[in-house]
């Protein structure tokens, strides 16, 4: 059994711009997995990524691309919220995926389903549901920031630098953050940064060194940040690499990341299992929904686009041109 | 104002073999930090790494050798237990120090003053203080193993590792340890170790992989082995690097990591501050000391040599002919 659905298929797997609209078909849901309308999806880094063959779906998932979205439930099949409560048709949700947001319809496990935070449009619930996740689970749950720890954010003009310099924050950190541009800098310095470092111009480690350090980093540069983020750490500090913009393979120096008694986490959201999943969503709702809807903390979205041109989206995205982030429109006929 | 007392002195920084019995003084004991006087000290690798001029002493710390000690406290100066109740003159203690063990009298911040477990010997306590605090402040505090998971001891038949085996074994885990002879890997068995590997003839990596992958690996070889640890990591696991016999850089593959969400700290006890140490013998007393005093763990003193001879004692640990623990006797005048 399948269902037909409209989504963005890519015709060339050769070629990351070949996104077509077309009708295809994605399993049909089990058991406590939702079928979600979609109204809108939000655009991330990953997209790119598999649409050059380098981020593989997990077994089992369909190849559609798109990580997070926005929209109404069409049928619950059993699915209930973390206290037990059903899921009804009709209810507007946000839905965190392993694959599938750029599609009319998407199978979403429950745990993975998302109320709309008080105040938001389906569109702003879509920009925040894969950065406040991520966010979270790596700030909070692996590295555990603390009130008047100092962090650092590389690439604080992104997705997910503009969110967590928020939440960092909100939650009583000094923040420090990265980014190639003034005008980026500028937009980093407005949702709450404390120490603005234009990495082409500046050395972000000496910077972070006068500065005591940082307790924890949030990297997504990977190899060649390595060693500069050692000697940014504070004692005792944790470095959380998300991302290897900037390679796979680095030289480590287990002196120097004793000396300071670092830590070194490298993690993902996709690849982890349904509970893991459910864990970080319910925890991520717990704790930052409040801030969302306290207005503590804000969505950023650069702009909306039509679904049709999501080959100029990932375009505009690969090329710096994004502050915050891009959401797609789906057709509603 | 200081204190006089015998002690072992290197009379030659260039000649690690150069350590005699001389006269010497200390700096008095300020305000909780007791003069206790040394009957057993215990002998640690990184000792000789000192004597090398390796491991320099943090600042404020007296050049004497030696990181851990049991005796008789002299003089209290105010030292109290954690739960407020003074030490008195004659109670008998063991200490963990940030130098300074290989002596007559030492002085010693109350936080680092430690009960004799009932039922041990000074010389049995003596052994037991360091490896206690490092094995527990590594696999709890930092790589929080779990009851059910696998975790992997480099070095098996060390200090560390005999202590580490039997520890985790109590807590529940699965263990596997390595070491480089068929009689040190039979004291590794005898302690509870379930996966015993020579790691001069197999492939620890590839064994820990057919076993699911160790949850955690408390790590003394470093640059060599960090790839091969990575190898054998299981998802979310931990690797905890306590020393570097195999070397100090080595590559990172970043990718090799996230794929497994792997976490990995390196970490040391010498240099942590005096709340941080007090934290880590509190946390230790607590947990451990019962288990050495119902018989769930025990100590494993492989030979107890007068403290004249350290030098020797120091080239048999170097030779790998030592099998747990060497105790150092201070003569009691
Ligand atoms: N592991 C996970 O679960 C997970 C989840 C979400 C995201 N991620 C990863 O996290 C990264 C960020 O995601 P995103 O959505 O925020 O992407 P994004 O919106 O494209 O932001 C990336 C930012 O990095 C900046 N940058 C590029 N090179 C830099 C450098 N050398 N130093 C500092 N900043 C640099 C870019 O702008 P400027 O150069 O103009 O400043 C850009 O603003 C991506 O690599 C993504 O794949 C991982
Ligand atoms: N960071 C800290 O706070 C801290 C605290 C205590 C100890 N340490 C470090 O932890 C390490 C162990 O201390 P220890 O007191 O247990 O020393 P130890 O008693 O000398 O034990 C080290 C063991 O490692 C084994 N070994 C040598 N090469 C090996 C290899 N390639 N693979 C596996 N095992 C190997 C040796 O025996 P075989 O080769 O014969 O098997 C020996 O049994 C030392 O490096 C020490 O400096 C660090």
């Not at 991330?44 to 779906?57: E, F, I, K, S, W």
């Not at 960092?168 to 407005?190: D, F, I, Q």
């Not at 680095?250 to 996709?270: D, F, Q, Y």
């Not at 702009?303 to 090329?319: C, F, G, Q, S, T």
Request: hydrophobic letters at 40%; proline letters at 5%.
């Amino acid at each position: 059994m399948s269902i037909t659905t409209n989504a963005i298929i890519q015709t060339d797997t050769e070629n990351p711009s070949s996104l077509a609209w077309q009708t295809t078909s994605i399993a049909d849901p089990q058991p406590g997995e939702a079928l979600v309308r979609i109204h809108y999806a939000g655009v991330n880094r990953a997209d790119t990524l598999q649409a050059q063959g380098h981020y593989p779906p997990p077994r089992g998932t369909t190849d559609i691309i798109g990580l997070e979205a926005a929209g109404v439930i069409e049928a619950p099949n059993g699915a209930t919220r973390p206290d037990g409560s059903p899921w009804h048709p009709g209810d507007e949700v946000a839905v965190l995926l392993s694959g599938g947001g750029y599609s009319e319809y998407a199978t979403v496990p429950e745990g993975q389903l998302l109320p709309i935070p008080a105040g938001y449009s389906l569109a702003e619930a879509a920009s925040v549901v894969e950065v406040a996740c991520t966010v979270w689970s790596n700030i909070m749950m692996t590295a555990r920031l603390r009130e008047g720890d100092t962090i650092l954010f590389h690439g604080g003009g992104g997705g997910i630098g503009i969110f967590g310099i928020q939440l960092a924050r909100a939650l009583g950190a000094t923040v420090a953050a990265t980014a190639g541009s003034e005008e980026k800098l500028h937009v980093c310095r407005r949702y709450g940064a404390d120490i603005l470092i234009n990495y082409k111009e500046e050395n972000f480690a000496e910077i972070l060194t006068e500065h005591g350090g940082a307790d924890v980093i949030l990297d997504i540069i990977g190899a060649k940040y390595l060693d500069r983020n050692i000697t940014a750490l504070a004692p005792d500090g944790h470095i959380v690499i998300i991302g290897m913009q900037g390679g796979v393979k680095g030289e480590l120096n287990i002196a120097k990341l004793l000396n300071k008694r670092g830590n070194i986490s490298a993690t993902g959201l996709r690849y982890r299992d349904k509970e893991d999943k459910a864990h970080i969503v319910a925890e991520t709702v717990r704790n930052v929904w409040p801030l969302l809807e306290n207005g503590q903390i804000t969505h950023h979205i650069n702009r909306i686009m039509p679904i049709a041109e999501v080959a100029a989206a990932h375009k505009a995205l690969l090329a710096g041109e994004v502050t915050g982030k891009i959401v797609l429109e789906l057709p509603q006929s």
